[in-house]
């Protein structure tokens, strides 16, 4: 068995490589960005339809990721689908005239929510709603269409 | 046939007993905690035995895995063009399943084996009672630092395991394979949250360790104290070990994950 001091030096060095393996997965792997996001306001859009966004998918002005969806309900009032969004409080300057789509990262990625802005002087503030938005774009739907206008030009000929 | 039940009876009331006797255990085991902020010298020696000399073993497990998974996953992803996903794929199944689970089954073969093994052995050779007759309580000098080392060294070994897992994954996939360097680590960052997946592995992981630390410390300080009770109960360890983090492993991963 070694010396004490040995020991003692060694499991020292297994605790800061277990802690250096945490900070690692801390801020390497995850993003940290979670503790910030406690600084958050909300914002409301309706959508027709949402295609494949889920929870926690992320909310974007020209590529950036400024926000997460927080929850997903549906309105069977008006049958609109309402997203609840969750802005980080440091992007406050949202011109209140901007427009919401939902795009697909790549041919087959996730879906995620981007904001257009609009030229409007006034921002948007806690709890608003987004009034112009643009539903998902559903493939299978895309693909239908293509296929009718097809079948359309072939009677014609 | 009333003998068969009988036998079943039997069977089912000793499961029960020893069950009945580990829970009391714990519970000992608990309560005498606090003798470690006196004595952290024993503590210390026990991280030696449990935590750094299982080092080799999880790193080098660790890597292996991580560099599997990388190339599997890298030729399932590539036939639909998305493995610049090899990140999250891999760093997921790595911090939320692979590195807690796997960690707390090598850590059964390599230190809850040994540490049933040490202490069966002090019973078999009246090591604990003689303490008890010198006022020692074997419980406090020798269980209860086994079993702190055992819960404090999990965690750390098992973020270890997905740390160095992930690293392994980049070189196959970012070095060998080609996968882009920037898509990897940021599309993990997109994916992982730390709040979510890496704290919920985390938790998983000092659970295994309680429970596997736990098993192994009963089963040592349990075992009929002959050469032959001492094997037994080794290799019950790392059996019921097993069975133990498998099955919790599936409970907490529906708590966590389920309701996604």
């Known amino acids: ?157 | 046939m009333l003998d068969w039940l009988q036998n079943i009876g039997q069977a089912g009331l000793r499961v029960f007993q020893r069950l009945g006797h580990a829970t009391l255990f714990m519970l000992q085991i608990l309560v005498s905690i606090p003798v470690l902020f006196r004595h952290p010298r024993l503590l210390i020696h026990e991280l030696y035995s449990v935590g750094v000399l299982s080092l080799a073993i999880i790193v080098i497990s660790g890597l292996t895995v991580g560099m599997v998974l990388g190339l599997q996953m890298y030729n399932t992803l590539v036939d639909f063009g998305t493995e610049d996903s090899l990140g999250p794929v891999v760093a997921l199944s790595l911090v939320r399943e692979l590195g807690p689970v796997l960690t707390a089954l090598l850590f059964s073969g390599r230190a809850g084996s040994a540490l049933t093994a040490e202490i069966g052995l002090m019973k078999a050779t009246d090591q604990l009672s003689v303490m008890e007759m010198m006022a020692v309580d074997p419980l406090k000098r020798v269980v209860v630092p086994r079993y702190m080392a055992g819960v404090i060294s999990m965690p750390l070994l098992a973020a270890m395991f997905s740390a160095v897992g992930i690293l392994g994954s980049y070189m196959v996939g970012v070095g060998m394979l080609g996968v882009d360097d920037g898509a990897f680590w940021s599309q993990m960052q997109d994916k992982v949250m730390l709040d979510e997946d890496v704290l919920n592995g985390v938790i998983k992981s000092i659970v295994f360790g309680m429970a596997a630390s736990w098993i192994a410390v009963f089963e040592g300080y349990d075992a009929v104290p002959t050469t032959e009770g001492v094997s037994r109960a080794t290799t019950r360890t790392v059996v019921h070990t097993a069975f133990a983090v498998l099955g919790l492993d599936f409970v907490l991963t529906a708590i966590m994950f389920g309701d996604q």
């Open chain 1, 1 to 157: 068995m070694q010396t004490s001091r040995t020991v003692e030096i060694l499991v020292g060095i297994f605790i800061a490589l277990g802690m250096a393996a945490f900070f690692m997965l801390a801020m390497k792997v995850s993003n940290i960005t979670a503790f910030a996001e406690t600084d958050t306001y909300r914002l409301q859009a309706r959508f027709d339809n949402i295609g494949g966004l889920k929870e926690r998918s992320p909310v974007r002005i020209g590529g950036v990721r400024i926000g997460r969806v927080e929850s997903i309900n549906y309105d069977d009032e008006q049958l609109e689908a309402i997203v609840n969004l969750r802005i980080n409080s440091q992007h406050k300057r949202i011109p209140d005239d901007s427009a919401a789509s939902i795009y697909t990262a790549g041919l087959l990625g996730e879906q995620y929510i981007s904001l257009e802005p609009g030229g409007s002087e006034e921002f948007y503030a806690d709890g608003d709603t987004i009034d112009e938005t643009q539903s998902a774009f559903v493939l299978e739907r895309m693909v239908g269409k293509f296929l009718i206008q097809e079948a359309e030009n072939s009677e014609r000929r």
